[in-house]
């Protein structure tokens, strides 16, 4: 019962408006923490660096679909599985911060909280996704593929605290990304699962 009355308030557009905007002022904020490593990055790179801001930016575009009355099926999928993935990606390894330090600024609490509330909308919204296994594919693909530029290339977003732990954070986010590719299935593909409707 308290699921039912969950999705049907995500289903107002006055709600996903309000999302929409919040999720845009985060996204630009993320690109705007991203920047002065965006400076120093290979322009090749630059599509893979800004990690987080790039997972709501797919999620906004979500949004948009939603309230233009549509599903943009392969966002939909990037935003399941990379909202997810660095949402919880980013708390880790704040609290890493914290163990290593004794201590963590303000910021990182702030950073803690947004990316947590991240990873839980992307996936309070999968009742509403209605990608297919192609879409999750690709999803995957640019997932793993991006594993790939951050701890192969070295192109990972900057915690210089747990630098020395580099090799570790890769394992880490491999397996992370394992999950989020394997949570968007059961929540999104799997046989006989409940879908909910956009309200008009």
Aim: charge should be positive; proline fraction near 4%.
């Amino acid at each position: 019962m308290i699921f039912k009355y969950l999705y049907v308030l995500l289903a107002e557009k006055r709600i996903i408006c309000f999302l929409f905007l919040v999720n845009l002022l985060g996204t630009i904020y993320g690109y705007y923490w991203y920047g002065w490593q965006l400076k120093m990055t290979p322009k090749k790179f630059l599509i893979f660096v800004p990690d987080s801001p790039t997972a709501s930016l797919f999620f906004i575009i979500v949004l948009l679909a939603f309230f233009l009355g549509k599903n943009w099926r392969l966002f939909e999928a990037l935003a399941i599985v990379t909202m997810f993935k660095y949402g919880i990606w980013a708390v880790v390894m704040n609290l890493l911060v914290l163990k290593v330090n004794g201590h963590l600024p303000w910021q990182g609490y702030m950073l803690m909280i947004s990316h947590f509330a991240m990873a839980v909308e992307g996936l309070l919204y999968a009742p509403f996704y209605r990608f297919k296994w192609k879409h999750l594919i690709i999803a995957s693909v640019w997932t793993l593929h991006n594993d790939v530029i951050d701890y192969v290339f070295m192109q990972f977003p900057r915690y210089e605290d747990l630098i020395i732990y580099v090799r570790e954070i890769g394992y880490f986010t491999f397996w992370l990304s394992m999950l989020s590719i394997f949570i968007a299935y059961v929540l999104v593909l799997r046989p006989n699962r409940k879908e909910w409707t956009i309200m008009k």
